[in-house]
């Protein structure tokens, strides 16, 4: 079935009417926030950043911070001891790259050690108001399962969402998929009757039909 892109993304921007707003917090906060959210669910990342920032809130503090002090405070995120010993590795780049500030150019964030595609898009975008298509596990979820696209891994998604997404949502799309994803398309027991996208849904008109019947 051939998607109605246009269509897909009014229903999506419905659950966010506002442009994502440049984020309170510093440009720095937003990166090594985004490398502890990497497999790990939002609230313990939430946690795990605020214990973080309460005693390291920039690049050179983080950077001499001790490793095992900073695995401490980030506990509560997966895989905390190679978390920790990458936003230090970080840190101490952007204090010698970059002298101490966040670039927001997303070539220069991903030569930073770690930083990939979906780290730098963030950034960019929550840091910086500059336009990206930030791909975390909700976009591609739901990218694949209404059928704009079909990818086995988010930078795959992301490179075809490039292309047929028009730029003017980009800043958007990460902030209204999420919600979407929470309130309406969640992973498990989807709310089918709800959704104004069951026509565009290869998912619902795949497995919902039957399933409700």
């Known amino acids: 079935m051939k998607k109605d892109i246009a269509l897909i993304m009014r ?3 419905k659950y966010s009417n506002d442009l994502p707003s440049v984020s309170h917090n510093t440009p720095f906060k937003v990166l090594i926030a985004t490398v502890l ?3 790990t669910k939002d609230a313990a ?3 795990a950043a605020a214990k973080l ?3 390291y809130p920039n690049a050179k503090s983080l950077a001499k911070a001790p490793t095992r002090e900073v695995q401490k405070l980030i506990k509560g995120a997966g895989f905390y001891k190679t978390k920790a010993a990458r936003i230090k590795e970080i840190s101490k780049a952007i204090l010698e790259q970059f002298n101490g500030k966040v670039p927001d150019s997303r070539k220069q964030l991903m030569s930073l050690p770690g930083v990939g595609s979906k780290t730098s898009a963030c950034t960019v975008v929550y840091a910086f108001g500059k336009p990206a298509i ?7 979820r ?4 209404i059928g704009i696209v079909d990818t086995k891994k ?4 992301e490179a075809e969402l490039n292309k047929i997404i028009p730029k003017k949502y980009w800043l958007s799309i990460n902030h209204s998929m999420v919600r979407f994803g929470q309130e309406t398309c969640r992973p498990r027991n989807p709310k089918h009757q ?9 998912f619902f008109n795949r497995k919902g039909k039957w399933a409700q019947s």
């Open 11 to 13: 229903e999506i921007l």
């Open 37 to 39: 959210s990497q497999r």
């Open 45 to 47: 990342t939430e946690k």
């Open 53 to 55: 920032f309460s005693k």
């Open 134 to 140: 930030c791909v975390d596990v909700h976009v591609h």
């Open 142 to 145: 739901i990218s694949n399962r």
């Open 154 to 157: 988010p930078d795959e998604t």
């Open 194 to 202: 709800e959704c104004a996208l069951q026509k565009q849904c290869d």
